[in-house]
């Protein structure tokens, strides 16, 4: 099996910093991306940042010029920084893996984390 352990939320004040870390263990081929999705009370899970195994990487329009997303192959291991945030960016943050667990097996699965809080308020 896969487990996907996150790291880093809690509460900052506007204008602060976060950084999200979420590392995949167990049965783990090769990992061709891995992400943060977000979801607030209310609201429906949405996407926060992508990145691929060769560091192509992809953001909500709402996060673009304050998040960065990177990764690390050898760890499999992906990490959030999250800059001058905002109260709407108060949500439950979930990690992301799109796995391949075994050299026989072509298909991906999608694994997700169990979440961490963020909560941005003075």
């Known amino acids: 099996q896969v487990q996907l352990v996150e790291s880093g939320g809690g509460l900052v004040q506007p204008g602060g910093s976060l950084r999200l870390s979420c590392a995949a263990s167990g049965r783990i081929f090769s990992t061709n991306a891995m992400g943060w999705y977000r979801q607030a009370p209310g609201k429906e899970r949405e996407l926060v940042a992508t990145?691929?195994?060769?560091?192509?990487?992809n953001y909500a329009d709402s996060v673009k010029g304050r998040f960065t997303i990177s990764g690390d192959n050898a760890k499999n291991t992906v990490y959030l920084q999250m800059n001058s945030l905002k109260p709407e960016d108060t949500a439950v943050y979930y990690c992301?893996?799109?796995?391949?667990?075994?050299?026989?097996?072509?298909?991906?699965?999608?694994?997700w984390g169990q979440g961490t809080q963020v909560t941005v308020s003075s």
């Open positions: 992301n893996a799109d796995i391949r667990i075994s050299a026989l097996i072509t298909r991906t699965m999608s694994y």
């Open positions: 990145i691929t195994s060769g560091g192509v990487t």
